[in-house]
């Protein structure tokens, strides 16, 4: 909700609605079930919000996004096993725009429903090429909240599959955990849908949300991938390491895989190996690239000397990918 007052911020009806308005965007940003009241400096901010929104709204038009994708690393074999799609901006002038930064906007405004159709039927396309060569990754594909609410979601992704040539079975649908528990019942039917096609699940960011652990075990979930947030202080913050080590355990006794985000550290690396973590993506090993420079990683065979780490969990060894297009296959 935003307010505006009368006589201070508008002596007629358009200007108190436009002022009240903008007071609602302020609000909006602040997330849900709250308010804002008026004031002269929030014009300037939410005239930028408004800008950006109709950027947005015609970026799918102009051809503005892409594709880049993150190695998930396996961590007994050091070698790529899959990637996540991720969703990149590039303005008409040249600006990329940070996914935290229109993300938001596009869930509020709903746009993100015909975004995530595009970015999920070109990630299939780029599946269907990958796949074509030989290489048997799994292709790990974000649902955002309004996505998973569509009650025709599973028609549109057997006709997305269909006109790439591929099955599901390549594919691992990410979701949050709000996601869920919007409506566990629906979830339920819906993602034991989606594993009955033959594609798997994933609750992503897990831990920064408010799981139901007796419907997590009703679901079919596959992969737990543990936040960013939490991996990121384990070597030396006891909270982390307990909560990290206590979602292993419980995934683990589930029969799911655990998949950390977030690793930048030989130090991180060590700690989730010896505590039973399957797989890892993040700097340490790649950040997201073009679907040409990951040909190239798997090309070379591209991965992590685990063993190196282990005995030196300190020791900085090269990414495997320096920059945009230079490949370091070790």
């Known amino acids: 909700m935003g307010i505006a007052f009368y006589p201070e911020d508008g002596l007629d009806q358009d200007t108190l ?70 969703i990149r901006w590039r303005r008409g002038d040249g600006e990329i ?23 999920f039927a070109q990630a299939c396309v780029d599946l269907s090429e ?9 292709m790990s594909v974000n649902l955002s909240p309004r996505q998973f609410r569509q009650e025709d979601l599973l028609g549109k992704i057997r006709a997305t599959l269909a006109a790439a ?3 599901p079975e390549g594919l691992i649908f990410e979701i949050t955990e709000g996601s869920v528990m919007e409506n566990e019942q629906k979830a339920i039917v819906l993602l034991g849908a989606l594993r009955g096609m033959g594609a798997e699940i994933s609750i992503d960011d897990f831990g920064t949300g408010y799981s139901s652990l007796y419907y997590l075990k009703q679901l079919p979930i596959g992969e737990l991938k543990i936040d960013r947030r939490f991996v990121r202080d384990i070597a030396g913050h006891g909270d982390n390491v307990a909560i990290v080590t206590a979602i ?7 029969g ?17 190996r ?26 070379c065979g591209a991965q992590l000397d685990l063993a190196a780490y ?18 370091t296959c070790a």
Not at 257 to 263: K, N, S, T
């Open 17 to 86: 609605i436009k002022n009240a308005d903008t007071a609602m965007y302020r609000a909006k940003e602040s997330g849900k079930n709250t308010y804002r009241v008026f004031t002269p400096a929030m014009n300037k901010r939410v005239t930028g919000w408004l800008a950006v929104e109709n950027n947005l709204r015609k970026a799918l038009d102009r051809g503005e996004f892409f594709l880049h994708y993150q190695p998930k690393v396996d961590l007994i074999t050091g070698a790529i096993v899959g990637v996540e799609a991720l």
């Open 97 to 119: 725009i940070n996914p935290a930064d229109f993300i938001p906007m596009a869930e509020d405004t709903g746009l993100i429903v015909e975004i995530g159709d595009w970015v």
């Open 130 to 138: 990958i796949l074509g060569k030989g290489y048997g990754i799994k």
């Open 165 to 167: 040539g591929i099955g």
């Open 248 to 254: 292993i355990a419980m995934a683990k006794s589930l």
């Open 256 to 272: 799911m895989r655990v998949v950390a985000e977030g690793v930048e550290t030989g130090e991180q690396l060590h700690f989730l």
């Open 274 to 299: 010896r505590h039973g973590c399957d797989e890892m993506q993040g700097f340490l090993f790649s950040k997201p690239v073009a679907k040409e420079v990951l040909l190239e990683m798997l090309d």
């Open 310 to 327: 282990d005995n030196s969990p300190q020791q900085p060894l090269p990414f495997a990918v320096r920059a945009e297009g230079e490949v």
